[in-house]
C-alpha cells in the first residue's frame, strides 16, 4: 500500500455516480437576467446555450454535510484530498446533441484521473472528472441515449497560502491590431457572484464571504468563479455570432480573477474556430478558452 496519503488517492479513479434532472424554464430566465439579457420567454424545446447545462445537476447535499469552505466535506465521490484551496483549473467539452427545455436527463460522472504534483507553492493535487449528460424529449429510456454532452472537468487542490510563497509569473493577454475582433468590460460585484453562486447552488465562500476570503485563504478579494467567465466568454461569442452551433470548447483558467476592478473578455474568429479570452484590469491573462464551430 502507498504510504503517501495523496498519491494513495489515485484509489478514487473509476468512481462513478449518476444524477438525473429535468430542463426547465425557469434557470434558463434567472441565467438570462443575470448575463443581462432582454427578457425572452423560453417555451417548451428551446435548446440550451452552450455551458448552461451547468444550471442542472446541482450538488444537492445537506447543510450537515458542508464543510469550513462552503464545499460539501471531503470524501464521498470526489476523493478526499487533505489540502484547503480548490479551483476550478479548466474544462473541456463536445456538444454533439442539443439540450432542450422540456427534456428529461441523466448525467454520469466518473473520475478519470487523480494526478499529484509539485508545485512552487507546494504539492497540488489535480483530480480530472468525465461527465457525459443525456437527454429524451419522448420519454425514452434516458440511460440508453446517446451523450448529448461529453465533459471533462479538471479540479486542482492546494495548500493553504503561505508567506513569502511565489505566485507563477503573469501572462500578458493577446493585444495588437486585429487580435481582439470583439470585447466586453464586465464589472463584477457582490450581486452577480451572489446570483451565479445561487444559480448553480455553489456554497463555496470564496465567492461571497469576503472575510473569509481575504483572512483564511488569503486572497485580496472576492473570487470570480471560472464557470461564470467561460459563461461569459461563450456569451461573448453568441453576441457575435448568434446563429453558429458551437461543436466543441476548451478553456483553461490562468490566474484568479477578483471583484475589487473591472475586467474584460475578448474574442476573435480565426476560421472555423474561436479564440477566447478573459484579462484584468492590468492586461494579465486570466483565461484562455477556445471555441470549434460547427
Given at each position: 500500500m502507498d504510504s503517501d496519503p495523496l498519491t494513495a488517492l489515485r484509489a478514487w479513479i473509476?468512481?462513478?455516480?449518476?444524477?438525473?434532472?429535468?430542463?426547465?424554464?425557469?434557470?434558463?430566465?434567472?441565467?438570462?437576467?443575470?448575463?443581462?439579457?432582454?427578457?425572452?420567454?423560453?417555451?417548451?424545446?428551446?435548446?440550451?446555450p452552450p455551458l448552461w447545462h451547468w444550471l442542472y445537476f446541482l450538488p444537492l447535499h445537506r447543510q450537515s454535510e458542508i464543510g469550513p469552505d462552503g464545499h460539501p466535506r471531503r470524501g464521498g465521490f470526489l476523493p478526499p484530498v487533505p489540502l484547503p484551496r480548490r479551483m476550478w483549473a479548466g474544462s473541456q467539452f463536445e456538444f454533439r446533441l442539443p439540450?432542450?427545455?422540456?427534456?428529461?436527463?441523466?448525467?454520469?460522472?466518473?473520475?478519470?484521473?487523480?494526478?499529484?504534483?509539485?508545485?512552487?507553492?507546494?504539492?497540488?493535487?489535480?483530480?480530472?472528472?468525465?461527465?457525459?449528460?443525456?437527454?429524451?424529449a419522448d420519454g425514452a429510456d434516458v440511460a440508453a441515449a446517446e451523450p448529448a454532452i461529453v465533459e471533462f472537468h479538471d479540479i486542482v487542490y492546494r495548500e493553504a497560502k503561505k508567506a513569502g510563497d511565489v505566485e507563477p509569473p503573469p501572462q500578458p493577454a493577446p493585444t495588437g491590431a486585429g487580435q481582439a475582433g470583439w470585447q466586453r468590460t464586465i464589472v463584477p460585484d457582490d450581486v452577480l457572484l451572489f446570483r451565479y453562486s445561487a444559480l448553480t447552488f455553489n456554497g463555496h465562500r470564496i465567492h461571497y464571504d469576503r472575510r473569509y476570503v481575504t483572512e483564511v485563504e488569503g486572497y485580496p478579494g472576492l473570487v470570480v468563479h471560472g464557470p461564470l467567465?467561460?459563461?461569459?466568454l461563450m456569451d461573448l461569442l453568441r453576441r457575435n455570432l448568434p446563429d453558429a452551433g458551437v461543436a466543441a470548447f476548451r478553456f483553461?483558467?490562468?490566474?484568479?480573477?477578483?471583484?475589487?476592478?473591472?475586467?474584460?473578455?475578448?474574442?476573435?474568429?480565426?476560421g472555423d474556430e474561436v479564440k477566447l479570452w478573459a484579462e484584468d484590469h492590468e492586461g494579465w491573462l486570466t483565461m484562455d478558452a477556445v471555441a470549434t464551430l460547427r
Open positions: 473509476g468512481r462513478s455516480e449518476t444524477r438525473s434532472d429535468f430542463i426547465g424554464a425557469t434557470p434558463v430566465l434567472a441565467l438570462q437576467a443575470t448575463l443581462d439579457h432582454p427578457e425572452r420567454p423560453v417555451a417548451k424545446g428551446t435548446p440550451l439540450l432542450r427545455v422540456g427534456d428529461a436527463a441523466e448525467r454520469r460522472s466518473t473520475i478519470a484521473d487523480v494526478t499529484v504534483k509539485d508545485g512552487r507553492s507546494g504539492r497540488l493535487v489535480f483530480v480530472k472528472v468525465r461527465h457525459e449528460v443525456r437527454c429524451s467567465i467561460a459563461t461569459l483553461r483558467a490562468v490566474r484568479p480573477t477578483f471583484d475589487l476592478h473591472p475586467f474584460k473578455v475578448s474574442g476573435a474568429r480565426q
